[in-house]
C-alpha cells in the first residue's frame, strides 16, 4: 500500500520544520565531568550553536572579583574561534541592570588570540558584581566541537595582575 500525499507532505514537514525555525540555544549547564572545577565554568548563551552560522549572537556572564576594582577584561579564546570577536561586534553590559559599559578601547591581538577590553572608568569593587559579554553579527566557528574561552580581570593597584574568572565551555554542533 502506498503512502498517501497528504501522509508524505506531513512526514516532510515534520522533518523539515525544525530546521527552519529553531529557537534560540541556551547553552552550558555547567556540567563538567573532566577537568577544573565546576565554579571556573561560566554561562553562556548563542542564539544558533550551528558550525559556520552567520550573523550570529554570543552572550558570554561572568562575575567580577568584589574586592577590588576592574580596569579592564581579557579574553583568550582557542584556534579556530577568531570569526566570532570582532572589535565593532563586542559590548559590555552590567547583566543586573541591563545598562551599557562604557569602554575606552579594545584591542584584539590575533597572533595570541587575546582581546582586552579598556573600561573608560574603573569599575569599583562590588558596584557591579556580574557582566554580561555580547558579540553580535558573528559567524561562528566552521569546525564543529568544544571551544575553551578564558577570561581575566585586570585590577587597578599598583602593580596589577591579570585574576583568572572563569572560562565558557562553547559548544558548536
Known amino acids: 500500500m502506498k503512502p498517501s500525499i497528504p501522509t508524505l507532505l506531513c512526514a516532510a514537514a515534520l522533518i523539515i520544520a525544525p530546521t527552519i525555525a529553531s529557537p534560540p540555544v541556551r547553552s552550558q549547564n555547567n556540567i563538567v565531568i ?12 548563542v542564539r544558533n550553536n550551528r ?3 552567520r550573523l550570529n549572537t554570543f552572550n558570554f556572564f561572568a562575575p567580577l572579583p568584589a574586592n577590588r576594582a576592574i580596569a579592564e577584561i581579557q ?16 559590548r559590555l553590559v552590567n547583566r543586573e541592570t541591563q545598562r551599557p559599559i562604557a569602554i575606552r578601547e579594545i584591542t584584539h591581538d590575533r597572533e595570541t588570540r587575546d582581546i ?14 556580574q557582566i554580561e559579554v555580547i ?4 559567524s561562528n566557528p566552521s569546525r564543529t566541537g568544544m571551544y575553551s574561552v578564558q577570561v581575566h580581570a585586570l585590577g587597578t593597584e599598583a602593580n596589577p595582575l591579570f585574576q583568572y574568572i572563569g572560562r565558557w565551555l562553547v559548544t558548536i554542533n
Open 34 to 45: 573532566f577537568g577544573s572545577d565546576r565554579d571556573a565554568t561560566l554561562p553562556y548563551r
Open 51 to 53: 558550525a559556520s552560522s
Open 75 to 90: 579574553i583568550l579564546y582557542p584556534d579556530g574561534f577568531g570569526g566570532v570577536f570582532r572589535n565593532d561586534s563586542i
Open 116 to 129: 582586552r577590553v579598556i573600561f573608560k572608568e574603573p569599575i569599583a569593587a562590588e558596584s557591579i558584581r
Open 135 to 138: 558579540a553580535s553579527g558573528v
